[in-house]
T-cell receptor
């Protein structure tokens, strides 16, 4: 079975550039979560969707960050403009209805120089 | 105060030993509890759920103390492959999971 798929796996970009991270959740899962992980702050929830609708975006750091889920099989997290402090590993996770275990993708390691 | 607090370690433990981690949480209304495992440069994966009565999965035992708001994980007969970071995870009243920053464990041959 295919797990959660994320792309790209690594991204190096210069400050000020737009970055788009992509996620394909596990088929049939109706909840999708975007996390950011750093050494200092650990794993932080940025936003989550239920049935493609954003439910809680209180973790989105600022207006430079935006997320969309146009359909059940695809989501994007966009950072525009990017800054060096955005450097982190970004994980996408999905879970089925009424099941609280979350299945994580392999992550995107973002470096902003 | 952080919602979920863990001792970051590192814990360096000889192979075959028993090791225990604790975790405390601040929200008394929390409903579900988990331990996730994260290997170096990999994604977190569910290790086990934690039930009120305590539960065991092979060499792993998880306990929950609601009165004191802490969760524990015990690993018996530790193996080299147990080396990882162990994340304490708490769920409130919705689908959001709050992760601790993790406890790093290294099993020494």
């Amino acid at each position: 079975d295919a797990g959660v798929i994320q792309s790209p796996r690594h991204e190096v970009t210069e400050m000020g550039q737009e970055v788009t991270l992509r996620c394909k959740p596990i088929s049939g899962h109706n909840s999708l979560f975007w996390y950011r992980q750093t050494m200092m702050r650990g794993l932080e929830l940025l936003i989550y969707f239920n049935n493609n609708v954003p439910i809680d975006d209180s973790g989105m750091p600022e207006d430079r960050f935006s997320a969309k889920m146009p359909n059940a099989s695809f989501s994007t997290l966009k950072i525009q403009p990017s800054e060096p402090r955005d450097s982190a590993v970004y994980f996408c996770a999905s879970s089925p209805h009424s099941v609280y275990e979350q299945y994580f993708g392999p992550g995107t390691r973002l470096t902003v120089t | 105060r952080k919602e979920v607090e863990q001792d970051p370690g590192p814990f360096n433990v000889p192979e075959g030993a028993t090791v225990a981690f604790n975790c405390t949480y601040s929200n008394s209304a929390s409903q579900s509890f988990f331990w996730y495992r994260q290997d170096c440069r990999k994604e977190p994966k569910l290790l086990m759920s934690v039930y009120s009565s305590g539960n065991e999965d092979g060499r792993f035992t998880a306990q929950l103390n609601r009165a004191s708001q802490y969760i524990s994980l015990l690993i018996r007969d530790s193996k080299l492959s147990d080396s990882a970071t162990y994340l304490c995870v708490v769920r409130g009243g919705n689908e959001k999971l709050t992760f601790g920053t993790g406890t790093r464990l290294t099993i020494i041959p």
